[in-house]
């Protein structure tokens, strides 16, 4: 199994600013995923980001509130732009092994926007 | 439109006795479904995978059967302990991963 880390692992933003998420894989893998989990909900997806070509996002996401990285294929980055008191989530990263396509997730990023 | 649906929302259950989590699909032609454990403000815990082609899947106390046909799957937790108390995720990969809302379950010693 894959083990995932996730940088910070929580925040307090105020209103109008924006957060970088860092999200680091210990093996190479080519599809990585943002999903982000509001107060008392499931887990949504954001994007799918693979190495080497544009993010593809969700309905309801856009590239200009959240921009994706994928600069090699253990690490990618999710920003949360303008934020909001509505972004306030844990956002997690999660990888896929690509023989079972069995996910994993990282810790989370808990982010409180005031 | 493909749903998955986790009933019941919640459940306590004093220690040592069974746990049966139940998760129901909409369109049977899944890739796999998984099974999460989900503690407070944490990431996600991969417990079982159950493949398309597969009826159940085993590790330690957790049993994972899955019917595709009536679009169901159940994870059974056996001799459950104050330990297993988290929120338990089903989630079905039709493409992409998609997720029930989850059952929290309380273990009391």
């Known amino acids: 199994s894959a083990v995932i880390s996730q940088k910070p692992s929580r925040d307090i933003c105020q209103r109008g600013t924006s957060l970088t998420i860092q999200c680091q894989v210990d093996s190479q893998v080519t599809m990585m995923f943002w999903y982000r989990q509001q107060p008392g909900q499931s887990l949504t997806l954001i994007a799918t980001?693979?190495?080497?070509?544009?993010?593809?996002?969700e309905s309801g996401f856009v590239i200009d509130k959240f921009p994706i990285s994928r600069p090699n294929l253990t690490f990618s980055t999710l920003t949360v732009s303008n934020m909001s008191p509505e972004d306030s989530s844990i956002y997690l990263c999660s990888v896929e092994d690509w023989q079972t396509y069995e996910q994993y997730f990282g810790p989370g990023t808990r982010l409180t926007v005031t | 439109k493909q749903e998955v649906t986790q009933i019941p929302a919640a459940l306590s259950v004093p220690e040592g006795e069974n746990l049966v989590l139940n998760c129901s699909f909409t369109d049977s032609a899944i890739y796999n479904l998984q099974w999460f454990r989900q503690d407070p403000g944490k990431g996600l815990t991969s417990l079982l995978l159950i493949q398309s082609s597969q009826r159940e899947q085993t590790s330690g106390r957790l049993n994972a059967s899955l019917d595709k046909s009536s679009g169901r799957s159940t994870l059974y937790i056996a001799a459950s302990q104050p330990g297993d108390s988290a929120t338990y995720l089903c989630?079905?990969?039709?493409?992409?991963?998609?997720f029930g809302a989850g059952t929290q379950v309380v273990v009391t010693p």
């Open positions: 989630a079905v990969q039709w493409g992409k991963l998609q």
């Open positions: 980001a693979n190495q080497g070509s544009e993010a593809t996002y």
